[in-house]
Structure formats: structure tokens, C-alpha cells
């Protein structure tokens, strides 16, 4: 019986005014557990993950499905034991890191032989924007633009030397109503200011420059200012963290997770610190994922050749 392990890791999407475009991969990860098997068959073992849909496949096989549809293939049937660490619904990317899943199952049980490019356009598509699929897929700082045909291009860097800080609140946030409240259009000069910001943003954080990254994280022009009411604990939070040495505080993909990104080796002390001021939160240190998506294949051990 051949067995294969998918791991896919937690991503933060926008960073402050990177909006759609600017991802990060984190140390919290989805994985699941392959087997051949003669019909399909999922099990949960994380109580993070939704309820098992009574009539109708799991999200991931319906993904894997979809996606063997596209390339006209059938699906050889397994059974998937699934286990996260990824928060539902709390801004970071837990629907991306299912989608990487789902594809990267199609590509095994249907032997599609996906390209990275493939995978990124695939997972793209469905999630409606690159910037946490591609950190999941590909792991690092990751910066992508779709190019107008359906195709996505990505940059990952790998050598950021900082840390994390999470405060995961207790309730949900769904990136589609977190969504709603954004505006069509945006005035022209927001908008200077919104892309200027991020492109300051990106390089100061490839050059190593941890704290003009942090201010221009904090100059979002795009989607933080309207989602700020959706979080109320948000502008405490950011100063608070900031009081004890956190470059920037921003809003994790569409919320309602707060990320801070805080100098190398100081996050456990920090979380440690601000997680008494914030019972109702958990105040978690992380770090950046250096591999994405991992794809471990076991072949069938034979006792009778060894
Ligand atoms: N492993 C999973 N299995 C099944 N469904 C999942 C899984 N992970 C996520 N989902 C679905 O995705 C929804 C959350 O997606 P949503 O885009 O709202 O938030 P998110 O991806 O956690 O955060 P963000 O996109 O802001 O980083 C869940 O409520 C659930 O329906
Ligand atoms: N860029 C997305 C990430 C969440 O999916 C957003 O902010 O809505």
C-alpha cells in the first residue's frame, strides 16, 4: 500500500499594503496522511477542522476533484487522514493551504504530473488571489501579480531575519464579509500612497531594514483602514506591541488575526508578555516557513525482498 504525506503550511496574506499581492508562509501547517484504498474515505484528527460533511465529499476532495475535471482525469480512490493547526476563518489561510491540499491530492490520485506554475495558477484561480496560495505553495515572503491571462507570476525571498507575533481572537472572520466592506474604487492619491508604501514596504524588508519595513507595514491604504471595525482590539494591540519593540502591527489576510513582525528570537518573550493583556486572545510567537508545500511519497515495503 503506498502512502503519501501532503504538508502545506498557515500563510499571512497582505502584509499592510501589500493587498492581494504580498504573502508570508508560517509554522503552522495542514497536513494529510495518504493511503490507497479501494473507496474514499476521509478522517479528522485536529479539532480545528470544519465537521465532515454529511452528504456530500470534504472540501479538499471536491478541489481534487475539480481539478482532475480540468485535465479530464479520474481519481484513484484513498483514504486522507487530515490534521491542522490552521485556525478556521481567522486570517491565516486556512482555505488556501485546503485548495494547495485539494490540488496537490488530485495530482497524486489522478497522476497529473502539475507543474509549480500549474499548481500556483490552479490554486490562484480558486482562491481569487495569489498571495496565500503562493506562500503555501512555495514557502518564504512571496510576492505575486497575476499577469491579465490567467497566469500568476511569484518572487519568493528566504532570507528575512524576523519573527512573528499572532493574536488569534476567539471569533471568525470570513474573508468573504471581511471583503464586502472594502470599496470599488479608490481616490488616486490613497492609492500613490497605498502602492508607495508597499513598494518601500518590500524593499526595506529584502534589504534588511527591520524597522522602516515595520512604519511603512503600518501605512496600508488598501483594505486595514476599513477593516480596523471589524476588529476592535486592533489600534490597542498595535501599540501596545510596538511599546515593547514590534517593528509593525498589522491585519493578518482579512483578519481577524493581528500579526506583528518583531526582531529575530524575541517573539515567545513578547508573546509571553502581551498574551496577560489579552486573555480573550491566543498570543502566539511564530516563524517565517522557509519550505511550503511538502510532498513525502512512500513506496509499498515488500517484507518478502528484505
Ligand atoms: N481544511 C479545511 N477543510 C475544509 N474546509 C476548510 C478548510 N480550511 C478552510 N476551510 C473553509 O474555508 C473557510 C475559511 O476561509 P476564509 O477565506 O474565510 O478564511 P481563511 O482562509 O482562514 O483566512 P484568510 O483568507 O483571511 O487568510 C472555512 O470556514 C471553511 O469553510
Ligand atoms: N488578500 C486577501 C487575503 C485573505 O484571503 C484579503 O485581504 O482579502
Redesign the pocket.
Known amino acids: 500500500m503506498n502512502r503519501l504525506t501532503i504538508r502545506v503550511p498557515a500563510s499571512t ?2 502584509l499592510g499594503p501589500g ?3 504580498v504573502g508570508m508562509a508560517l509554522n503552522r501547517f495542514l497536513t494529510l496522511e495518504v493511503y490507497d484504498h479501494d473507496e474514499w474515505v476521509f478522517e479528522q484528527v485536529s479539532p480545528l477542522l470544519p465537521p465532515l460533511p454529511a452528504d456530500d465529499d470534504p472540501f479538499i476532495l471536491k478541489i481534487a476533484r475539480q481539478t482532475a475535471d480540468l485535465y479530464h482525469a479520474s481519481l484513484a480512490p484513498c483514504r486522507v487522514v487530515v490534521d491542522s493547526e490552521i485556525p478556521l476563518a481567522r ?1 491565516l ?1 486556512s ?2 493551504s485546503a485548495v494547495v491540499a485539494g490540488i496537490e491530492l488530485a495530482n497524486y490520485a489522478g497522476n497529473l504530473g502539475l507543474s509549480p506554475q500549474e499548481k500556483l495558477d490552479l490554486a490562484s484561480k480558486i ?3 495569489p ?2 496560495v503562493a506562500a503555501s505553495l512555495f514557502g518564504g515572503l512571496i510576492v505575486s501579480a497575476e499577469h491579465g491571462d490567467g497566469r500568476f507570476e511569484v518572487v519568493p525571498f528566504f532570507d528575512i531575519m524576523a519573527d512573528l507575533l499572532l493574536f488569534i481572537p476567539d471569533y471568525e472572520l470570513k ?1 468573504e464579509d ?2 464586502k466592506v ?1 470599496p470599488e474604487f479608490y481616490v488616486r492619491k490613497e492609492a500613490v500612497k497605498g502602492s508607495a508604501a508597499s513598494n518601500l514596504f518590500i524593499a526595506a524588508l529584502i534589504g534588511g531594514q527591520y524597522e522602516l519595513a515595520g512604519k511603512m507595514m503600518e501605512q496600508d491604504r488598501f ?1 486595514e483602514p476599513y ?1 480596523i471595525k471589524l476588529i476592535p482590539e486592533f489600534m490597542e494591540i498595535r501599540q501596545l506591541a510596538k511599546s515593547l519593540g514590534a517593528y509593525g502591527t498589522v ?1 493578518s ?3 481577524p488575526t493581528i500579526i506583528s513582525l518583531v526582531p529575530f528570537g524575541r517573539a515567545e518573550a513578547m508573546a509571553e508578555t502581551l498574551q496577560a493583556h489579552f486573555p480573550h486572545m491566543s498570543v502566539e510567537a511564530a516563524k517565517i516557513d522557509h519550505t511550503g508545500l511538502v510532498v513525502e511519497k512512500f513506496a509499498a515495503f515488500n517484507m518478502l525482498n528484505h
Do not use: V
Request: no cysteine; net charge negative; proline share 0%.
Open positions: 496574506a497582505n493587498f492581494d499581492s486570517g489561510g482555505s488556501a482562491e481569487g488571489h498571495d496565500n474573508t471581511a471583503r472594502l483594505h477593516r491585519i489576510g482579512a483578519g
